[in-house]
């Protein structure tokens, strides 16, 4: 990566529950930088959690409310860390504006080691509720080749966070 690229917002993508804030969190630390999620920024602006979202206005409403705040914080010029939700980066505008912008990270984790975490998130994510597990798997196997649209691909099933951090940092240089 060029010396241009360290003043580029980082990004990070991946399905929900790979680990993304846990990691954004560590890496905006390590580089002295402001951390967004945008989840909770979304939950802060509109004083709702992510799940009344879904359930009181919609699903759509939820993916125009993340497509016009990560298109917003891209084009703001002080470099952030941002944690994408699982499903933002579906979403074309927001593609472009994170791969214009930004430098893209991929927080990829297996199928088998995500599925043992489904008793963590199913509570607090609207979009596995009413699923089985084959469905859920094949959401998860579906957004694969659109999260493989990014910069670098980090693998965090068989490291624990703290080194995925340093991985992403290094990289940086
Ligand atoms: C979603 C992922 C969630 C949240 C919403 C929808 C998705 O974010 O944005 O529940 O469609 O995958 P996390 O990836 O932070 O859990």
């Known amino acids: 990566i060029d010396i241009s690229s360290h003043d580029k917002h980082i990004v990070f993508i991946g399905f929900m529950g790979a680990g993304k804030t846990t990691i954004g969190q560590l890496v905006a ?3 002295h930088r402001d951390f967004i999620d945008i ?3 979304i939950e802060r ?3 709702m959690p992510v799940s009344a979202i879904f359930q009181e206005l919609g699903e759509a409403s939820f993916r125009k409310m993340e497509r016009e705040l990560i298109v917003a914080l891209c084009s703001e010029t002080r470099s ?3 944690s994408l939700g699982g ?3 579906m979403q074309e505008e927001v593609r472009k504006a994170c791969l214009a912008n930004c430098i893209v990270f991929f927080i990829d984790v297996s ?3 995500w599925k043992e975490r489904i008793p963590l998130l199913i509570d607090t994510r609207p979009i596995l509720q009413n699923k089985t597990l084959d469905q859920i798997e094949e959401l998860f196997l579906s957004r694969q080749s659109t999260y493989a649209m990014s910069h670098y691909t980090i693998s965090s099933s068989d490291m ?3 080194t995925a951090a340093n991985q992403i940092v290094e990289s940086l240089k």
Do not use: T, V
């Open 160 to 162: 624990d966070a703290e």
């Open 111 to 113: 199928w088998d080691s």
């Open 29 to 31: 630390k390590k580089l």
């Open 39 to 41: 989840d909770h920024e």
């Open 87 to 89: 499903g933002a980066y």
């Open 45 to 47: 602006i509109h004083q």
């Open 80 to 82: 952030k860390i941002l």
